[in-house]
């Protein structure tokens, strides 16, 4: 749960919408909270509250670490939006991959019920969410093989 906590952590900046903080601001959408050095930030945090997560310290960083730097990564493959403050605070410039293949998705919930957020959902399938299961059994499948799970 931690994990899937991180992943989606850094999309708590659309809350800045309503406190006035524009999209292109370094605390705006995908600005900061999108960046390694938040990850990184979240990996300490985690490290620091190991005991609870039951979890070894370096598993909890370096989980926690990837799970949040995953989101920001994912974002530059997107084809919307300003692009992502990856290296934030060293530069505030917004950065997208080489390859936009996931459709943006719209920022309310209506328009995420409508056929555009079909069409976004469809993409993030076959882009995130399949490749993504496809890892998890692998690495499941490996795991078994050596008779270890390697989760506390």
């Avoid at 990856?86 to 293949?101: G, H, I, M, N, Y």
């Avoid at 719209?106 to 993504?132: K, T």
């Avoid at 496809?134 to 499948?141: D, E, G, K, N, R």
């Amino acid at each position: 749960m931690a994990g899937v906590l991180a992943s989606v952590l850094p999309d708590a900046d659309v809350l800045g919408f309503r406190l006035g903080v524009a999209y292109s601001a370094e605390f705006g959408h995908r600005g900061a909270s999108h960046s390694l050095a938040f990850a990184l930030l979240l990996g300490v945090v985690a490290a620091a509250l190991a005991n609870r997560l039951d979890a070894r310290r370096g598993v909890a960083f370096a989980y926690i670490a990837v799970s949040a730097a995953s989101h920001g990564l994912l974002d530059m493959l997107t084809n919307g939006g300003y692009g992502v403050a990856l290296w934030w605070p060293f530069s505030a410039e917004r950065l997208f991959a080489p390859w936009q293949v996931i459709k943006v998705s719209p920022l309310s919930i209506r328009r995420l019920a409508s056929a555009r957020g079909l069409e976004v959902l469809e993409s993030e399938l076959r882009w995130v969410w399949l490749p993504a299961a496809a890892m998890c059994a692998v690495l499941i499948v490996a795991s078994r093989r050596r008779g270890e799970i390697g989760i506390k």
